[in-house]
């Protein structure tokens, strides 16, 4: 019996979901670039990504950076909530990932990101560069690991699907602080859950440097109270100005 030559398969196209990478800027030149790049020497080959940088008027060349590596540059509203907004706003991935620009994901982040079959939202540890010279950020990273709201901050970044997003309102767009913390506990009574990512971001320790690790962790543990027992967010603002700018 002569078996009749089959036509060629059809090219599958990526299962995988598309994905709109978020970054909030002010005046990043410094860090933009390396972030960027990572992103997408580290997608995997069929990934649909897309990197939007939402840029409160910078005054040096972070847009021009922006572009020059691919990404769609989004002038807004200075301010990281309204900025993360205006991001997710032109974003037409079916996941964000809001990302800071000083944070690199782990290598395998998209695979990692994109594995649950449930698309819950997600984030991952945190680990800061330098951190085996410095034994106090060492021991804050480690407890990044653990399902605690206390330990949800947007250095970690934040995966969340675009629906869901949008059924949780996004970020409060006059909040100027914790206004991802206030999201991750929205999105976890939406969806029932969260999911903790077994890899770790890296990020810059700048802010623990220029003031000190242990003084900078009182004053983020006194805002986190005040903000969990209902201070509002001028109070917050005006006790942060003070105590870290």
Same mark, same amino acid.
């Given at each position: 019996?002569?078996?009749?030559?089959?036509?060629?398969?059809?090219?599958?196209?990526?299962?995988?979901?598309?994905?709109?990478?978020?970054?909030?800027?002010?005046?990043? !030149?410094?860090?933009?670039? #390396?972030?960027?790049? @990572?992103?997408? !020497? #580290?997608?995997?080959?069929?990934?649909?990504? &897309?990197?939007? %940088?939402?840029?409160?008027?910078?005054?040096?060349?972070?847009?021009?950076?922006?572009?020059?590596?691919?990404?769609?540059?989004?002038?807004?509203?200075?301010?990281?909530?309204?900025?993360?907004?205006?991001?997710?706003?032109?974003?037409?991935? &079916? *996941?964000? /990932?809001?990302?800071?620009?000083? #944070?690199?994901?782990?290598?395998?982040?998209?695979?990692?990101?994109?594995?649950?079959?449930?698309?819950?939202?997600?984030? *991952? $540890?945190?680990? +800061?560069?330098?951190?085996?010279?410095?034994?106090?950020?060492? =021991?804050?990273?480690? +407890? #990044?690991? +653990?399902?605690?709201?206390?330990?949800?901050?947007?250095?970690?970044?934040?995966? %969340?699907?675009?629906?869901?997003?949008? !059924?949780?309102?996004?970020?409060?767009?006059?909040?100027?602080?914790? &206004?991802?913390?206030?999201? %991750?506990?929205?999105?976890?009574?939406? $969806?029932?859950? *969260?999911?903790?990512?077994?890899?770790? %971001?890296?990020?810059?320790?700048?802010? /623990?440097?220029? @003031?000190?690790? =242990?003084?900078?962790?009182? =004053? /983020?543990?006194?805002? /986190?109270?005040?903000?969990?027992?209902?201070?509002?967010?001028?109070?917050?603002?005006?006790?942060?100005?003070?105590?870290?700018?």
């Amino acid at each position: 019996m002569i078996l009749a030559k089959q036509p060629p398969s059809p090219t599958r196209k990526s299962q995988r979901p598309s994905c709109s990478v978020i970054i909030p800027t002010w005046n990043e !030149a410094a860090t933009l670039a #390396t972030t960027l790049r @990572h992103l997408t !020497a #580290t997608a995997v080959p069929d990934a649909d990504l &897309e990197l939007i %940088v939402a840029d409160g008027g910078s005054s040096d060349e972070t847009r021009d950076i922006a572009r020059r590596c691919g990404a769609k540059v989004i002038p807004c509203t200075r301010g990281r909530a309204p900025q993360m907004n205006a991001g997710a706003r032109a974003a037409r991935g &079916e *996941f964000l /990932y809001f990302l800071h620009a000083d #944070t690199l994901p782990p290598a395998d982040w998209y695979a990692r990101l994109t594995a649950d079959p449930h698309g819950l939202p997600a984030c *991952f $540890r945190l680990r +800061f560069g330098g951190q085996e010279r410095l034994p106090w950020l060492r =021991v804050y990273s480690y +407890f #990044t690991r +653990f399902d605690i709201d206390a330990f949800r901050f947007g250095d970690q970044s934040l995966w %969340v699907r675009r629906a869901d997003f949008r !059924a949780v309102g996004g970020y409060p767009d006059d909040w100027q602080l914790l &206004e991802d913390n206030y999201l %991750v506990r929205r999105l976890r009574r939406h $969806r029932g859950g *969260f999911r903790i990512v077994a890899a770790s %971001v890296t990020t810059s320790p700048r802010k /623990y440097l220029r @003031h000190g690790f =242990v003084y900078t962790q009182l =004053v /983020y543990t006194l805002l /986190y109270t005040l903000y969990r027992l209902g201070a509002g967010q001028p109070r917050l603002a005006r006790l942060y100005r003070r105590l870290l700018q």
